[in-house]
Each structure stands twice: as C-alpha cells, then as structure tokens.
C-alpha cells in the first residue's frame, strides 16, 4: 500500500510562487509514477505534471508548462511541485498520485493511490 501526503497549498496572489509537497510511504519505488493533478470547482480532475521515478522522466500540462517545475527528493521520498508566475485559473484543490508504471500517465482514473488534497487560491 502507498500513502501520499500533500502539503504546502495556500493562497496567494497573482504572479506569487508556492511550493507544494507530496511525501510518500508504503511500497513506493522505482517502478512508480507520481503526478499531481487539480480540481477547481465545477470541473473536472485535470493532469499537472508528472514524474516516474525510475528515469526521473516528466511530463506537464500545457497549461503550466514553464510554470511549473516537478521534482523529486529520494532521500525524502518527497515530490515537489514549484508554482511559479501563479495565475487566478491555477486556483484549485490539488492532489498527488501514484501508479505502478514505466512512464507518466496523465489519466485520473489509472492511477490508484490518492492524497487527500491541498487547496491553492490565486486571487487579488
């Protein structure tokens, strides 16, 4: 069984950074993938960047793309997700996932391990 962590949401405003945090426990290894997706309301559950952590392969939206950097601390069994250049549509409930997978899966329903989530507001 995996477990997964979120931390590190809050609200800012536009153009503000956030660094979230996703650890993780159980049977994670290098044969996972860990991405985060997010949920605003009223829509549904969209991909946000992604890391398999055999390669250390990613993968973004192209939404956040340049935005956002994803990354990984072994040691820490963490995953990071670095906001940058925050706009007011990135308001959202964000959640970390893992799956068993060689690559980065950007389907909600694949993955099989959920966080419980950490809300980001980017409002004036």
């Known amino acids: 069984q995996v477990q997964l962590v979120e931390s590190g949401g809050g609200s800012v405003q536009p153009g503000d950074s956030l660094r979230l945090s996703c650890a993780a426990s159980g049977r994670t290894s290098s044969t996972y993938a860990i991405s985060w997706f997010r949920q605003a309301p009223g829509k549904e559950r969209e991909f946000v960047a992604g890391?398999?952590?055999?390669?250390?392969?990613?993968n973004y939206a192209v939404s956040v793309k340049g935005r956002f950097t994803i990354s990984m601390d072994n040691a820490k069994n963490t995953v990071y997700l670095q906001m940058n250049s925050l706009k007011p549509e990135d308001t959202a409930v964000y959640y970390c996932a893992a799956v068993r997978a060689l690559g980065v899966i950007t389907t909600s329903t694949t993955y099989d391990h959920w966080g419980q989530g950490t809300q980001v507001t980017v409002s004036s």
């Open positions: 890391v398999n952590l055999s390669g250390y392969s990613t």
